[in-house]
């Protein structure tokens, strides 16, 4: 009696755990996907969006966003085309506010980059022609090492071209150029392209070489362009 009491017990204990650990299995990856709708959300908070670019951006179903796109199979997103219109060469002449479709940096741009490093799997991040209004290009974006593509061009930062952005190791397509020349550059040190080890694209025309221009022999000359 005892004995079958005690099985009993050792059965109910299995039973028990092995529906907690189903609930809680399937709650966490319910909970790792709700994480990224909230830095979505997070995101979207760091804007002023005068063209509704991120308007469809609410529902529970984040996957359905423009521009966002996610792994088929476990629902992570892995892709932000968010791409805006903003031309300095349209600004000459005065763009018609309905057609040019634009982000305009409202936060801290350390806000922006640090609700996308919750993003783990985002492989492809188009940020380019939206307004960063004159802010640095932060060197946080070196910590999303899992991005394969990452363009950057004419998104209104100015000024030094962070060194971190060579700890993208499997960065493919790298897009830092601009329409103005100057406003972006980089400094002597520019060895950090060199690490750049699967880049297979790089644009950084308009950007500022003048300070690296001895360093980029170097880099020409190793195995980096060879
Ligand atoms: C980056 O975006 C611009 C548009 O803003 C586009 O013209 C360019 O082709 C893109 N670069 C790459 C390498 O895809
Ligand atoms: C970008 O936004 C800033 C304000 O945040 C504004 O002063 C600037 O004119 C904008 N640049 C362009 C090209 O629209
Ligand atoms: C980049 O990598 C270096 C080491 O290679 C590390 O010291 C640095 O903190 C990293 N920075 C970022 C922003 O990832
Ligand atoms: C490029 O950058 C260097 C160093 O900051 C500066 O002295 C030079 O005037 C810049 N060149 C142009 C054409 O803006
Ligand atoms: C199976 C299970 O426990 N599902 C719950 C997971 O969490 C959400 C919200 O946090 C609940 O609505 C589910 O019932």
């Avoid at 979505?40 to 760091?46: I, S």
């Avoid at 061009?153 to 397509?173: D, K, M």
């Avoid at 950090?192 to 001895?214: K, P, T, Y």
């Amino acid at each position: 009696m005892g004995e079958t009491f005690h099985a009993m017990l050792v059965l109910v204990a299995v039973l028990f755990s092995g529906a907690t650990e189903f609930c809680f299995g399937w709650n966490t990856s319910f909970s790792r996907i709700e994480r990224e709708r909230e830095a979505l959300l997070k995101f979207k908070l760091c804007f002023h969006d005068p063209s509704h670019m991120l308007s469809s951006w609410k529902g529970n179903n984040c996957c359905e966003w423009r521009g966002v796109d996610c792994n088929k199979n476990n629902g992570y997103v892995i892709s932000l085309q968010l791409r805006g219109s903003l031309s300095d060469q349209f600004l000459q002449y005065s763009i018609d506010d309905q057609q040019s479709h634009q982000l305009y940096l409202i936060d801290d741009v350390e806000e922006v980059v640090s609700s996308l490093l919750k993003l783990r799997y985002l492989e492809h991040l188009d940020l380019s022609r939206n307004n960063f209004s004159g802010n640095l290009i932060p060197a946080s974006f070196g910590l999303m090492k899992q991005l394969r593509y990452l363009n950057l061009s004419n998104a209104q930062f100015i000024g030094r071209i962070p060194g971190e952005l060579g700890n993208l190791t499997r960065v493919l397509v790298l897009d830092l150029s601009q329409y103005y020349y100057g406003r972006l550059k980089v400094d002597d040190d520019i060895q950090w392209i060199s690490r750049l080890s699967s880049l297979q694209r790089l644009d950084m025309s308009g950007v500022n070489l003048s300070h690296a221009s001895s360093n980029l022999f170097q880099i020409a000359s190793g195995n980096f362009l060879s």
